[in-house]
């Protein structure tokens, strides 16, 4: 079911994509900023799932959309401090932004 879900389909290819950057981080920061994103990044996933599954969405989808803005302050910070370069922020930064757009949306129709 998952899968008829545009969002859900978005977000694991994002999710794929990080977890390939954030492997290559420096090892002084793997453990403690790269989990960091990690952990942010796989509670959007479950997020998404509990969402879809359930009837109280709304919490949920706020929750992912916290969550997505504090993946693109982690992602500045990547940028600054030289983990990502320009093209990576730059793809990562529109990866962020049409998720959130797709959420908004749907936080949006759950509104009502």
């Known amino acids: 079911m998952t899968d008829d879900y545009s969002a859900f389909r978005k977000w694991y290819e994002t999710l794929n ?3 390939e950057r954030t492997e290559k ?3 002084d920061v793997r453990f403690s900023f790269t989990n960091r994103i990690l952990s942010i990044a796989v509670e959007i996933l479950e997020r ?3 969402a879809i599954y359930t009837r109280e969405k709304t919490e949920n989808l706020k929750s992912i959309n916290l969550s997505v803005e504090k993946l693109r302050i982690f992602f500045r910070l990547s940028h600054d401090r030289k983990y990502i370069a320009m ?3 730059e ?3 529109t990866q962020l932004d049409e998720f959130g757009k797709m959420i908004g949306g749907w936080l949006k129709t759950c509104e009502g």
Do not use: D, G, V
């Open 87 to 89: 093209n990576q922020y």
């Open 91 to 93: 793809y990562i930064s």
């Open 48 to 50: 998404l799932i509990e």
């Open 17 to 19: 994509w990080i977890m």
């Open 25 to 27: 981080y420096p090892k």
